[in-house]
């Protein structure tokens, strides 16, 4: 059922296909993160802008980031915008979790107490000064662990960019299986692989957390 | 978000489906579509009845159970949540049948969601019923309950309320997922886009309304559980104040 050699003959194969997903990963991530801070910021700095976001969050957080993928790829090139796949793919995995992470910084943001605040008035320093001095530093820690687990979801999401033919971890895999008639191991091992690098990232995220936490409370 | 925008939002979703369906561009597509969200609906529907069974079972097995029992609770939870959606019902799909266990791409769709959601489920499950204060559980034993009766009658239904926040964003996940399924086959809403997508090169039209139909389907979710949730915790409110 098992063939070990067929699987050392693949491995190569699909270990270059990992590093494309990994990279998929990354590159959304820090889209996610930084994307999802603007809007966080943009909704506290200006607030008429708070009711637009929220919409526009609850917008691509109830549609499935399959159809968002496929929205990106097929539907801009009507209006000019022409992208690759994996662009359009890592674009579309950016956006959809900046939603997500947005609502962790307006979490974070929110559990500063007013004093600071009022603190920081009081002692005559700008908004960005606050912001970048007082605030941030108070705020960004406790939402690490939300955040690393949204790093992981984005993570367990890249397959879906084989749909639109991004030559990833699943889509390597597939077409090994279509071309040898062997799904079980290309397809096991990509299962095996997720499982792996999701228990060692939650293992860092845990230790990330403790690593916080140590610092002194306010 | 207050229930009256997310009302709002659903109303203004359908009446801008309804809006687009006037126009030629558009109406040619909607019925084809509307079968897929039916498909859609039904695997949702269907995957989130086994991911409710699923993570009762599987959280109740991981607190409570022998050792044995315990163990593959936590197997299939730390499975299920740590491999990708699409790549477990891929091996459902194409690898099981080389097992000699061919299913169907329906009973695939199912499962494969509904033991996906559950493993997150079990999670859940298992917050809110250790959430339940223990002078609860001091209190059942005082009255000399067996251990089922406790979990029965006094922490599961306390539980419950915990849950419903927790489970409809889970339903919410279930119903975005169901997009998978067009990968293996089914002809769900998704599929029938792309379907129509390939052959008629139509992509603003199509994707928009797939686009207000999913969301309209995600908001009944997130409606429907805040007012189960509004009428249970009525119930609990009216209970302690007594």
Redo the contacts between chains.
Sequence with gaps: ?WDWAFTLEILPTLAKAAVISIEATLIGFVLAAVLGLVLALVRIAIPWTAWPI??LV??I???????QI??LY??F??FGVTLDAFTAGVLALGIHYAAYCSEVYRAGFDNIHRGQWEASTALNLSAWTTFKDIIIPQAIPPIVPALGNYLVALF?????L??IAVLEL?QT??II?SETF???EP??L??IF??IM??VSAAFIRAAERLLNRRPAR | ?GIR??IV?LVASILLIAFLALKPAYSLFLPGLLEGALLTAKITVLGCLLAVAMGVLAALGKLYGPAPIRWLANLYI??F????????L??LF??LP??GISLEPFTVAVLGLGLNVGAYGAECVRGAVTSVARGQWEAATALNMTRAQMLRRIILPQAFIAMIPPWGNLF?EL??????V??ITLSDL?FK??QM?QTTMK??PI?TL??LI??AM??VI?IGMRYLEGRMSKGLARGRTV
Excluded: H
């Design positions: 059922m929220s919409v609850e917008l957080r109830s549609t499935p980031l399959l159809i496929f929205f097929f539907v090139p009507s367990k999401e890249t397959p879906l084989s749909a699943m895999a597939k299986g062997r799904y079980t397809i096991t990509v299962g997720f499982l999701s228990l | 978000m925008t997310l939002m730390e499975i949540r740590g491999t990708s959606a699409l790549v477990q891929f091996w194409f690898v080389q097992f919410i119903l975005k997922s169901t997009a998978l067009s990968l998704a886009a792309q997508n992509t603003i994707f797939v686009l999913y969301l995600s908001l997130t």
